[in-house]
């Protein structure tokens, strides 16, 4: 059987704003309703944030994440939800003490930044690699943090997506798999044109494309302009592939998506026109190997 290509919606995220992105969901409501829309243009798995509906900035309430996921489940039982872990991994040095947190910290115990995952039990979650600077924040995922939350992932019956931002990830992931942490046949999603990691070119993912473990079922995606070039990319390299409103804000150079259904229309449109067929749910799932 000719290979199929997984789409996957990035609905909301944490750092995409409404001032950047006016049409960019925020309530559980919104956020449902967008994912459901994606996934009948033809995303197979959606990848879900939840964000505070006063404020828009990221979430880490289960409550939010329990309304979301029974919004979609009851209208949904096919799609695969991916639920992300990234919440939580963020430290803002003080100017007049880099040892204290400053305003915008988020960084917390790893058990938290997974509850949701395991009172949810959805079938992907997001399992972050990458330490890094982002804005005025450290990223920080330390070994320790994340041999925790990989044990608590995997014992909730959920499938980590590894989340790779440059070379230096990838080789945590292959010590991870030497040690017996994270069990092949991996998923991966690389990540780039993220500023200070990975950039957004061909050469680029070619390269953490040969580094990857014999079998692995990876994807990658470029931020912003470079959203639907990687998308392409993704596809000629024989890898799966991405697109929301967590990556970019635009359907086009100048021009605001209004929904992400509208970017899962055009990225299975390239896909179609280079010859390939999107991932139904039941294929994405026989391809990741994760049970109905």
């Given at each position: 059987m ?21 049409h ?50 009851d ?12 919440e ?7 100017d007049?003490d880099?040892q204290?947190?400053?305003p915008?910290s ?15 039990r959805?079938?992907?979650c ?5 330490t890094?600077?982002s804005g005025?924040?450290?990223?920080i ?12 992932i ?11 931002f ?5 080789h945590?992931?292959k ?8 069990r092949t ?10 500023r ?15 580094q990857?473990?014999e ?10 302009r ?7 990319q ?8 991405r ?29 179609d ?6 991932a ?13």
């Amino acid at each position: 059987m000719a290979r199929k290509t997984i789409l996957t919606a990035a609905i909301t995220g944490n750092l995409m704003t409404p001032e950047i992105s006016p049409h960019l969901p925020v309530t559980p409501a919104q956020i449902a309703d967008e994912a459901l829309a994606a996934a009948a243009a033809g995303a197979a798995i959606v990848h879900l944030h939840v964000r505070d509906p006063e404020t828009a900035k990221g979430s880490m309430s289960m409550a939010l994440y329990e309304e979301l996921v029974s919004r979609i489940r009851d209208k949904n039982t096919d799609v695969l939800l991916n639920l992300t872990t990234g919440e939580g991994g963020r430290f803002v040095p003080s100017d007049d003490d880099p040892q204290v947190a400053a305003p915008g910290s988020t960084l917390c115990a790893p058990e938290k930044r997974v509850a949701h995952v395991t009172a949810l039990r959805p079938d992907i979650c997001t399992l972050d690699f990458n330490t890094m600077w982002s804005g005025a924040a450290s990223v920080i995922n330390s070994p320790r943090n994340l041999e925790i939350m990989a044990g608590e992932i995997y014992a909730a019956g959920v499938t980590p997506e590894i989340e790779i931002f440059d070379s230096g990830d990838l080789h945590m992931v292959k010590d991870f798999v030497a040690r017996g942490i994270i069990r092949t046949p991996l998923m991966v999603q690389m990540v780039l044109g993220v500023r200070f990691g990975a950039v957004a070119n061909p050469a680029t993912m070619a390269y953490l494309v040969s580094q990857l473990p014999e079998g692995t079922q990876w994807a990658a995606f470029g931020i912003g302009r470079a959203a639907f070039p990687m998308l392409a990319q993704a596809y000629l390299l024989g890898g799966h592939v991405r697109i929301g409103m967590e990556d970019t804000a635009y359907i086009s150079k100048g021009t605001h998506c209004r929904s992400n259904a509208d970017l899962v229309t055009k990225a299975a449109r390239i896909i179609d026109d280079l010859g390939g067929t999107l991932a139904t749910p039941d294929d994405a799932r026989d391809i990741l190997q994760i049970a109905a």
